[in-house]
C-alpha cells in the first residue's frame, strides 16, 4: 500500500487503476445536517426519546454494540433476506474492524489456523499476521473458492497437528480477482464448512454492484447451521468517511456455567478495549441515510449502481478493443463490482509498475500482492471504480502502449 501511494504521488497525472475506492462524487457538506436531522426524528418519532436523551445518544459515548443495530438488520433483512435479530450485530469502525474482532474472538492459540482464498484481500491477511495467526491460502478459482480445495487445505493444517479454525471469503466480486460464487459452490461450501467445523467469515462490499438484476444470495442467508459470521460495510454504499461497518455473529456461545449468550457479546467485549464503541455521529449520519430511504440500500444506491455497471462495461470494451485477438492477454469478465484481473505475458512487478507510470502514464496493481505465497507475477489487477469513461478508454489505451514495450 505504502509503494502505491509514492508511486501515485510521484506522478499525480498518471491514469490509475490502481485505487479500489468508491467514486469521488460530489458530496455536499449540507447533506450532512440533513441526515442528522432524519435520524433524530427517527429516535423522537419511532423510539419516543425526548430530546435530550436523543442529544445523549448523538454526543456521548455510545453503547459498545452500537446504536443503529436496528436499522441495519432491517437493512439487511430488505436488501439481502438475511433475517437476524438486531442485538445479533456489533456496529463496527468500517469492515476492518470487525475482521480484527471475529478473529481475536474466534482463534484461541497458535493451533488455530485460518484459511483464506488465494489470491486474497490484504485487510484479512494484514489482520492475521497483528494477531500472529497462520493463514493456509485455499486456490480460487474461476467460479471463486471450491469446496474441495477448502477440504484439501483443512487437511493439510490438520496433518501440520494444527486445526483449520475460520474461512475468510468475498463471494460476491471479490477483491482482488473480481469472481463470484455460483449458487451451486455456496451450498457446497457451507456443507464443507459444517463437515469440517470450520466458520466462514463473508465479507460482502460490493455484492449490490452487479452488471444485471440476477442476484445470488449471500452464504449468511443460505447457511442453516450459524457457521457465517457476516462482515458488512457502510463506506461503499453510504458514506466512506464515516467509516462504519458491521458484523453478524449470530451464533450461540456457552459458558462454563451453562449461561448462553451470542457471539456478538463476545465480539463486543473486545471491542470494548480497543474502540470502545463506534462514533455515535458517524453511525447518526448512516442512520439517517437509512432511514430517509426505508432501509433499502439498492434504492439509495441507484444511481451509484448504474455508475459502476457503466465503468466495468467500459473497461470490459476498452480491453477487448486494445488486446482482443492477442493470446498473450486474456482476462476475466466479473459479473459486478470493482475489479478485474489481466494476465499479460511479462512479469508485472513493482519495477514494471514504476515503468508503467513513468514512461506511459497509467497505474494499476501488481496481483502477485494479494498472493499469501507466489502467485501472480504475470497479473495484473483494474480497478474501475474511482474513473470516468473517458478516462478508462485513455488509461486502457496507455496500458496497451506499455504493454508492447514491456
Not at 57 to 69: E, M, N, V, W
Request: glycine share 10%.
Amino acid at each position: 500500500m505504502n509503494f502505491l501511494n509514492e508511486v501515485t504521488a510521484r506522478f499525480p497525472d498518471a491514469v490509475s487503476f490502481a485505487p479500489g475506492r468508491p467514486y469521488d462524487e460530489a458530496f455536499e457538506p449540507s447533506v450532512v445536517a440533513g441526515y442528522l436531522d432524519a435520524y433524530a426524528k427517527y429516535l423522537e418519532r419511532d423510539r419516543g426519546l425526548s430530546q435530550r436523551q436523543v442529544g445523549g445518544l448523538l454526543f456521548q459515548y455510545g453503547r459498545t454494540k452500537g446504536q443503529i443495530h436496528d436499522l441495519v438488520a432491517a437493512t439487511i433483512a430488505n436488501d439481502e433476506g438475511i433475517e437476524v435479530p438486531p442485538e445479533s450485530i456489533v456496529v463496527t469502525v468500517g469492515a476492518q474492524e470487525g475482521m480484527l474482532l471475529a478473529l481475536r474472538v474466534l482463534f484461541r492459540d497458535f493451533a488455530d489456523v485460518l484459511l483464506v482464498a488465494s489470491p486474497c484481500y490484504v485487510g484479512i491477511t494484514g489482520a492475521a499476521r497483528l494477531l500472529d495467526i497462520a493463514v493456509e491460502p485455499v486456490p480460487e478459482g474461476p467460479s471463486g473458492v471450491d469446496a474441495g480445495a477448502v477440504r484439501a487445505a483443512a487437511d493439510r493444517v490438520r496433518a501440520s497437528g494444527r486445526r483449520p479454525r475460520a474461512l475468510y471469503v468475498v463471494p460476491d466480486f471479490a477483491n482482488p480477482s473480481g469472481t463470484s460464487m455460483p449458487l451451486s459452490a455456496r451450498h457446497e461450501l457451507l456443507a464443507a464448512a459444517v463437515e469440517q467445523d470450520l466458520y466462514v467469515l463473508e465479507d460482502n462490499p460490493y455484492g449490490l454492484f452487479a452488471r444485471t438484476a440476477q442476484r445470488v444470495p449471500t452464504l449468511k442467508r443460505l447457511d442453516e447451521h450459524r457457521r457465517v459470521v457476516y462482515l458488512g460495510s457502510f463506506a461503499k454504499t453510504c458514506f466512506p468517511g464515516a467509516r462504519v461497518g458491521y458484523a453478524i455473529a449470530d451464533q450461540p456461545v456457552v459458558a462454563p456455567d451453562g449461561s448462553v449468550t451470542l457471539l456478538a457479546d463476545q465480539l463486543s467485549k473486545i471491542k470494548s478495549m480497543t474502540t470502545v464503541n463506534t462514533s455515535p455521529l458517524a453511525q447518526a449520519v448512516v442512520g439517517g441515510m437509512l432511514v430517509t430511504y426505508g432501509c433499502r440500500l439498492r434504492v439509495l444506491n441507484e444511481e451509484r449502481i448504474r455508475r459502476y455497471r457503466e465503468r466495468l462495461d467500459a473497461l470490459l470494451a476498452a480491453l477487448g478493443r486494445c488486446f482482443g485477438g492477442d493470446p498473450g492477454y486474456v482476462w476475466n469478465v466479473p459479473g459486478g463490482g470493482f475489479f478485474l484481473v489481466l494476465t499479460v505475458p511479462f512479469v508485472a512487478d513493482e519495477a514494471a509498475l514504476t515503468r508503467s507510470a513513468r514512461d506511459h502514464g497509467v497505474l494499476w496493481t501488481p496481483m502477485s500482492y494479494f498472493y499469501a505465497g507466489a502467485g501472480g507475477d504475470r497479473q495484473i489487477r483494474l480497478s474501475c471504480s474511482y474513473l470516468e469513461v473517458d478516462e478508462i478508454d485513455e488509461g486502457v489505451r496507455r496500458l496497451r502502449g506499455f504493454t508492447r514495450d514491456a
